[in-house]
């Protein structure tokens, strides 16, 4: 009790690092004239995007976060501005964006950003405070999932077997990124010819499916797309 009672009594500069380094969250500050980038962000902004807060702090929202997020934020600081002109506006309100940010390996990452508000002594809007929490393993899922039902609605319209093929194969593609998708048919000799596919090079399909036809049919793997 005494360590709890010296960390919560003590230098409160103190406690803030204890905090820092303990909470998976990172929290950052922006000014409020979005004139600059981040004025300060804690040390869990490395184990969610791989920057060091410094390298951070030399960034431009740019650089932070992709095209669609910037906008988004910057409508949502923006109206909030906005919102700091009615007399009656409450200060401790609190407004919550998704947000994709951009990583050190060149990846991204989906979070979600509390963000509350900042005030002098003369009850002047300075800075946006935000906690920024890592949802990036929810937000593959629930995009799994949407992708799942688009699916399934295509199996059960009523139309040409290829056609819902090519459907459901420009949802994978569009989805998931990915360039080259094949749908391969298992006949009564166990051969996988391609039934439907996109992406693939001519040549790789013709010898694949003459395999299959010669009864030597395997997978190639890698195939060039």
């Not at 969250?25 to 004025?39: C, F, K, T």
């Not at 949502?76 to 998704?98: G, H, Q, T, W, Y």
């Not at 080259?180 to 166990?190: A, D, K, P, T, W």
Request: charged share 30%.
């Amino acid at each position: 009790m005494d360590q709890l009672e010296n960390w919560i009594t003590g230098d409160p500069k103190n406690f803030l690092e204890i905090l820092e380094k303990k909470l998976p969250n990172s929290i950052w500050i922006v000014p409020a004239d979005l004139q600059n980038s981040v004025a300060w962000i804690s040390s869990a902004v490395a184990m969610q995007r791989g920057y060091t807060p410094d390298e951070v702090l030399k960034q431009s929202l740019e650089e932070i976060l992709t095209e669609d997020s910037l906008q988004r934020i910057f409508v949502a600081l923006s109206e909030e501005i906005e919102n700091e002109k009615e007399p009656d506006v409450d200060k401790d309100r609190m407004r919550n964006l998704e947000l994709e940010m951009k990583c050190k390996d060149g990846s991204t990452i989906w979070t979600e950003n509390q963000i509350t508000f900042l005030y002098d002594d003369n009850g002047k809007l300075v800075a946006f405070l935000g906690a920024t929490k890592d949802i990036n393993a929810k937000k593959i899922a629930e995009e799994r999932q949407e992708l799942a039902l688009q699916i399934m609605e295509c199996l059960n319209e009523d139309q040409d077997v290829k056609l819902t093929i090519r459907k459901i194969i420009d949802l994978i593609r569009e989805n998931l990124g990915i360039s080259c998708v094949s749908f391969r048919l298992v006949n009564e000799q166990g051969d996988f010819p391609h039934f439907v596919a996109e992406g693939f090079n001519e040549k790789f399909l013709n010898q694949t499916n003459s395999s299959c036809s010669d009864g030597e049919c395997t997978e190639e793997k890698n195939p060039e797309c």
